[in-house]
């Protein structure tokens, strides 16, 4: 069993440590790139729009009236001049507008943000500050606060939900490649469109606290006692063997 855990450094808005705090080995463990990929296909498809469209026969302007008599032109039959057949005319199984969003488990979107946030961690792009204490709503001070924790280059900025900011929000917006969110509307698709990540301590904390709830028992359960059990479980079957043939 593993006794070691994973700790990650915290920093203030000047680039200083200030403590470390532990990670559960649970979320920031492996990664399973196949759940990833079918959260981000999910959440893309979320945001497509759909709002394609054609006209079918009776959407298309013009005359209904027969162009010509049924029998006796040597032309072909045409009872309008919508018809799909001819240019103008109406279009046949077109695209229409429609929803491209589907059902997903949110077992699988937990996980895919467990695999999210231990990528971010493996590649070393995990920031975790201890607090965003911007006291004047200013760009440039800003901006000097993520130079001082080595950030050049995109950046997902997380604060906790229930914590207004108003100074964090008027201070980067105006950044580009900066995207601000709370702890409870991150998405996997968030941590990997960004190349670093930034967490406030009390946003990272509660995240791992409901994360760590949502991983099952089996993935909860230590390899060690597995061992245990089954190291455990095999002489009561010997005994009821020998206890078998001792009646026989």
């Known amino acids: 069993m593993r006794t070691d855990m994973a700790t990650i450094d915290i920093h203030n808005l000047s680039g200083e440590k200030v403590g470390t705090l532990d990670l559960a080995d ?14 981000i296909k999910h959440y893309r498809a979320g945001q497509h729009r759909g709002t394609h469209a054609t006209k079918a026969r009776w959407q298309v302007s013009g005359s209904g009236k027969k162009l010509w008599k049924q029998k006796g032109t040597g032309r072909a039959r045409i009872g309008s001049i919508r018809s ?17 969003d589907y059902a997903f488990p949110r077992k699988k979107l937990l996980g895919a943000l467990r695999s999210a946030l ?36 995109t950046v997902l900025l997380v604060e906790a939900a ?8 008027l201070s980067s917006r105006n950044i580009d ?16 469109r960004y190349d670093r990540a930034i967490f406030s301590r009390p946003a990272i904390e509660k995240m791992q606290l409901s ?38």
Do not use: C, M
């Open 118 to 153: 231990a990528a971010k961690f493996a590649d070393g792009k995990l920031i975790v500050v201890n607090a965003f204490d911007v006291k004047e709503p200013k760009t440039k001070e800003f901006r000097a606060a993520l130079n001082a924790l080595k950030v050049d280059s």
């Open 84 to 100: 799909p057949l001819w240019r103008h005319g109406g279009t046949v199984h077109g695209p229409v507008p429609r929803s491209y």
């Open 177 to 192: 490649g900066l995207e601000l969110v709370r702890g409870s509307e991150v998405h996997p698709y968030h941590l990997l």
């Open 211 to 248: 994360l760590k709830k949502s991983v099952s028992k089996k993935q909860r359960k230590p390899a060690a006692d597995e061992g245990a059990k089954k190291a455990t479980g095999t002489p009561r079957r010997r005994v009821k063997h020998e206890k078998a043939a001792e009646v026989a």
């Open 162 to 169: 229930k914590h207004e900011n108003r100074n964090l929000e």
């Open 26 to 39: 649970e979320i920031f463990g492996a990664v399973n790139e196949d759940l990833l990929w079918e959260a």
